[in-house]
């Protein structure tokens, strides 16, 4: 059976400060310049989850999308979207909120969700020119 890519695509927004506790404000303003404002900064994320898997020849879906877009809103923008990731975020609490962490956080918090037949790919823009992808 063929095997295939889909991608659902969402948004959030979310405020961030980059900085490091165990450094002076000096260095991390070094390190982070403007992301290490201590009043914080946003961004609006743009996501697309990818699943990759075979086709079912019943459904002719890879994956039910509907469902997809579900999880989607259940573990990432009702967690995320219009926080302080910094603040009311649990997994951020004692983790840098750089685009490269929250990736690997969704990542983690959908994986649980979907099984391990279907690989799966997370695409976080940050910026329309910055952006990371993760596949655990």
């Known amino acids: 059976m ?15 400060r980059l900085f490091n506790p165990k450094w002076s ?11 290490s404002n201590p009043h914080y900064h946003g961004h609006n994320y ?19 999308l509907g469902k997809l877009k579900d999880l ?24 840098n909120p750089s685009v490269e962490n929250i990736a690997v956080v969704i990542y983690d918090k959908l994986r649980v969700k979907i099984e391990k037949k279907y690989d799966l790919e997370i695409t976080l823009y940050e910026t329309p020119r910055n952006y990371v992808t993760y596949s655990g």
């Open 46 to 64: 743009e996501l697309i989850v990818s699943l990759t898997g075979e086709i079912d020849p019943e459904t002719g879906y890879v994956y039910d």
């Open 25 to 35: 404000d000096e260095k991390n303003v070094e390190v982070f310049g403007k992301c």
């Open 2 to 16: 063929p095997r295939i890519t889909i991608h659902r695509k969402a948004h959030f927004n979310a405020a961030h």
């Open 72 to 95: 989607i809103k259940i573990h990432v923008e009702d967690s995320f979207d219009h926080k302080n990731l910094n603040i009311e975020v649990e997994e951020f609490k004692n983790l």
